[in-house]
Structures are given as structure tokens and as C-alpha cells.
């Protein structure tokens, strides 16, 4: 459950930090709160897995990792929490859940989005995702976007959201 | 493709995480990278301006940004694609809908504050397009490494 101080860092700092020498003071002057504040509610975050991390948030089209697939994989059951640990960990993944099969049309039980500078360079990634799962993998395959139909940003919703807890 | 010089590439190399929650940061992870604070800070508002990052700060978890999200997909006949398309689309809270290459061929991301909103807009669009929308919620969410190598 996230309380007002939360949501206000996130409102402050969801389009970045203030590029200055100090830049938690600085949220901590625009919120009228004291700089200690901020650095003791933002590490708490950062511990708590809120913040994922802090730092550049590179723009991968912009430099050249332009391809990406959604990998999709049919791991056994009692595997798959650990195949999806290792696969996420590694730096080209940039997402990795477990999710329902709906069988018999969709087997696949494990997601990974790969990235890469090409197709080829995604598919290559692939197959090094199959090569680490080994024998708890029954079946792959990898669905590429061929056209983007609906695209909008994510945007901070009303503090309403609080009580989802 | 933007060109870098060898300290920007150091900077998105280097700090795509782990910038320290202090009272100078950027003196800090400037001394890691061997560049002085002013330097750091002003690469790092060009690389912002020039669109080779996003932006500098926090990585949010989406969770924490309020509301329930949830992938979802569809086997969508090709003759009727772009109408039924139109029809995801029009609910607001279709954030996402890409076209991808397999027999359920669209894929998109639902986005409500009321979790209850999720399945009644999955619903709505089975009623408005007589198909079948297959919800694919995170049972287990992986920590990931994802991080750009320039």
C-alpha cells in the first residue's frame, strides 16, 4: 500500500531526476519536505522492489536494439519458477513472467521478451534461452510484432489506486 | 543510429542502475565512471536531449503506478482484422495492442484502476466481436536484467 508520500515521489520523479548536484534535495524542496525524507522513503522503495532501479533509462531504438520477439515457453510445471529466475537475469530479457496455459490452443507457460540489434540476433538469443532450459523445455516459439495497432504511454492514474493493496 | 563519444558510452554502460540515493549522487557515481559531477550531469542532459536515453531516474515497477494491468490475446480472422482491431482499441483501456505473427494474433495489454474492469472489458469485447479473448495474467513476475550495451 502506497501512502501520499509515495505517490508524490512517483509524480515527482516518473519523468526522471532533476539533472542537478542535488537532485533529492531538490524534490525534497518542491515537496516541502526535508531532503532526509526523501533519501530514507526512496531507498525504502528501492529495498521494497517499487523502484526497480535507478539510473539511465536508455532509449533502445535510439541506439540500434531495434528488434525484439516475445518468446514463449512450455516448461514443466515444477521447473518453471526456476527457469524463469535464470532467464530473466539475463541482459537481453527485459520482461519474464509466468503466466496461464489455455490449453489446447496456447501450451506456453513461461514469457520472455528478447532484444536485439536484428531478427537474427533475437532468434540467436532464443536459442540460447532453449539451450538453458534443457530437458524441462517441451516446446518454444517466438511471436514477432509485425505492426503496432495501439500504443499509449503509461500514465500515473488518481490516487484512487492506493486501496488495491 | 546516435553517435556516442567514449564517455557516454561508459555513462549508458555503465549506470543503467545502482545510482546511489545520497546527498550528492552524481559526484558519487561520477567518480566510479573517472568524470568530475558537472561533467556527468551535463552528458547526461545531452544524452537526454540528443534521445540516446529516455530519461535518468527512477525505473518504476508499472504496479506501483496504480491500477491492474493484464495481457491478453486473440485468433482474430483475417478478413475481419482491422475491425475487430478498431474495437479493442476504442476501450480506453487498451494501452497496448500489437499485431504478432501466430494463429492468436493480437495481442493487447488491459490497463484499469478496479481490477474487476480487467475481465468486464475481456467480456465486452467477446460481446462486441463474438471472439474469444484469452486473459494472461503474471502468475510469477522475474526479476530482469535487461540492460542496453552500446
Known sequence: ?165 | MIALADADRAIINGLQGGFPISERPFAEAAATLGMGEDELIARVKALVAAGAISRFGPLWNSEEMGGAVCLAAMAVPRARYETVAAQVNAHPEIAHNYERAHALNMWFVISALDPAKIGATARAIEAETGLDVKLMPKEQEFFVGFRVEV
Open chain 1, 1 to 165: 500500500m502506497r501512502d501520499a508520500f509515495d505517490l508524490a515521489l512517483i509524480r515527482a520523479t516518473e519523468n526522471g531526476l532533476p539533472l542537478t548536484r542535488d537532485p533529492y534535495g531538490d524534490i525534497a524542496r518542491a515537496l516541502g519536505r526535508d531532503r532526509v525524507d526523501v533519501i530514507a522513503r526512496m531507498r525504502a522503495l528501492l529495498d521494497a522492489g517499487a523502484i526497480r532501479r535507478i539510473g539511465v533509462i536508455p532509449n533502445h531504438y535510439a541506439l540500434g536494439v531495434v528488434a525484439n520477439g516475445m518468446s514463449v515457453w512450455d516448461v514443466a510445471d515444477e521447473a518453471v519458477d526456476e527457469v524463469g529466475a535464470r532467464i530473466g537475469a539475463l541482459d537481453f530479457v527485459s520482461h519474464c513472467y509466468r503466466r496461464p496455459r489455455h490449453l489446447p490452443e496456447w501450451r506456453y507457460n513461461l514469457f520472455a521478451m528478447a532484444h536485439g540489434r536484428t531478427r537474427e540476433d533475437v532468434l540467436a538469443k532464443v536459442e540460447a534461452i532453449a539451450a538453458l532450459i534443457g530437458p524441462a523445455l517441451s516446446a518454444h516459439d517466438v511471436l514477432f510484432s509485425t505492426r503496432i495497432l495501439k500504443k499509449t504511454g503509461l500514465r500515473l492514474r488518481a490516487p484512487a489506486a492506493e486501496g488495491r493493496g
